[in-house]
Nanobody, 129 residues
Framework: QVHLAESGGGLVQAGGSLRLSCAFQ????????MGWIRQAPGKEREFVARISRNSGRTYYADSVKGRFIISRDNAKNMVYLQMNSLKPEDTAVYYC??????????????????????WGQGTQVTVSS
């Protein structure tokens, strides 16, 4: 069982920044691509960003492209989401998730229902207007 623990959420004004962190509490970190997924009240889970095992490829939802940056530190078993120019519509619970299925292609890289085997508990991000 893989354990993931998010941190860094909070309340921020529109236009501000937050950095989310996710600790991967196993030694097999480099076997997993990592993703950030969010869920707003009353809505389905939504893909935010994904990073490949060696950081060679990143993917972003159109709604966050140019504002958010996903990164990982394989030496520290950490994945990050730097969120800039935050908007009230970014308000959600943000989840870190691990994908051990290997290479993704096309729309599969943006899938949140079937690609991720392990999920963290989530961290709340609230952006006030």
């Amino acid at each position: 069982q893989v354990h993931l623990a998010e941190s860094g959420g909070g309340l921020v004004q529109a236009g501000g920044s937050l950095r989310l962190s996710c600790a991967f509490q196993e030694r097999t970190f480099t076997s997993y691509a990592m993703g950030w997924i969010r869920q707003a009240p009353g809505k389905e889970r939504e893909f935010v960003a994904r990073i490949s095992r060696n950081s060679g490829r990143t993917y972003y939802a159109d709604s966050v492209k140019g504002r958010f940056i996903i990164s990982r530190d394989n030496a520290k078993n950490m994945v990050y989401l730097q969120m800039n120019s935050l908007k009230p519509e970014d308000t959600a619970v943000y989840y870190c998730a691990a994908d051990g299925l290997g290479h993704c292609s096309g729309y599969g890289c943006y899938d949140v229902r079937s690609r991720y085997q392990y999920w963290g508990q989530g961290t709340q991000v609230t952006v006030s207007s």
